[in-house]
């Protein structure tokens, strides 16, 4: 590992066998267990169109999630710089993900709407910008090759 690199390794185990394995399409669960050493696994499976059980988290939801957080963490580190004091975050963040008819499909848009309350109204503004730069920063964000947009609301408490 070089200066700056960092490595992630995580176990992801299929546990949906029914007793016949992938004998057919609707023979088999899309159940997952994803382990990472030191963490709790996390149940997963497809999103319910596929198949999947809509109980368990699915790639779908797990990659909006490391968008948002990653764009809440980088903007909190960002306000920390600016000198701006949030007490409060909050992300309603929406995906369109499109088929493409060929049993496959992309991510075309991706809206995080974060609703900030800073502690003194003098702050809004560099919260505000301080979105700008929580977006450069974001890893998972620059890792994707579709758009990442934010519609902030920041107020004061």
Known sequence: MGLGEH????TATWTGDLGTGTSG???????????????PDLLASADKPFRGDPGRWNPEDMLLGALAECHLLSYLHACVSAGVVVVSYRDRATAVMTEDGRS???FTDVLLRPEVVVADASMIAAAERAHDDAHRMCFIANSVNFPVRHEATVTSR
Request: glycine share 14%; proline share 0%.
């Open 25 to 39: 399409y609707r023979e088999y669960s899309r159940d997952v267990t994803l382990s990472v050493e030191g963490k």
């Open 7 to 10: 490595d992630y390794a995580l």
């Open 104 to 106: 496959g499909g992309a």
